[in-house]
C-alpha cells in the first residue's frame, strides 16, 4: 500500500510541476503550446502508467503472464478512446475564441460520448481481467487505473483555459 500512495505521490507532483509551465504557456501563445504539452503528457504518461501498475500490482509469474497480453489489449482499446479525447482538445485549442454556440454545444456532447465509451471498454474488460487474475487483484488494478486516468484527466483539464462565454 506504501508503494501506491508514493508512486502516486511522485506521480501527482510531476503533473503539478509541469501544470505551472503550461499554464503560462497557454496565456501567451495559442492552441500550439497546448496541443504539445498534451502530446507530451500523453507520452509520458502511457510509459509512466504500465510501471506504475506492475510496482503496486502484485502478481505471480503465472499470473502475470496471463495478465499482461489482456492488459496491452485493454490499454490499445482505451488509448482509441483517448484519441477520441486527444482530437476533441486539439479542436477546442484551435477554436476555443471563435467557436459559435452550436460548437460549443457539439463538443461537449463528443466529450459525454468519449466518456461513456471508456466507461464501456473498462466495463467490458472487468470479466475479461477475472479471468486471467483473482478477483481482488482485478478490482485492485482497476482501483490503480482509474485513479491514473483521473491524475491524468486532471492534468490535461489543467493545461485548457476554461470557455469564454462571450
Known amino acids: 500500500m506504501r508503494k501506491l500512495i508514493f508512486s502516486f505521490l511522485v506521480l501527482a507532483m ?11 504557456q497557454k496565456e501567451t501563445t495559442n492552441g500550439v503550446a497546448i496541443e504539445t504539452d498534451v502530446v507530451l503528457l500523453r507520452r509520458d504518461l502511457r510509459t509512466d502508467k504500465k510501471k506504475l501498475i506492475a510496482l503496486n500490482l502484485p502478481l505471480t509469474e503465472t499470473e502475470a503472464t496471463k495478465f499482461w497480453p489482456v492488459y496491452d489489449q485493454y490499454a490499445a482499446e482505451m488509448a482509441k478512446n483517448n484519441d477520441d479525447f486527444f482530437l476533441l482538445i486539439k479542436d477546442y485549442a484551435e477554436h476555443q475564441k471563435t467557436l ?3 460548437e460549443a454545444s457539439n463538443m461537449i456532447r463528443r466529450w459525454a460520448d468519449i466518456q461513456i465509451k471508456l466507461a464501456q471498454t473498462r466495463q467490458k474488460y472487468i470479466p475479461i481481467v477475472e ?6 487483484k482485478a478490482a485492485l488494478f482497476f482501483q490503480i487505473d482509474r485513479r491514473l486516468f483521473l491524475l491524468m484527466d486532471l492534468q ?9 462565454t462571450q
Open 14 to 24: 510531476a503533473l503539478v510541476a509541469g501544470s505551472s509551465t503550461a499554464f503560462a
Open 100 to 102: 459559435t454556440d452550436a
Open 156 to 164: 490535461t483539464s489543467s493545461l485548457l483555459p476554461l470557455m469564454a
Open 131 to 136: 479471468k486471467v487474475i483473482p478477483a481482488r
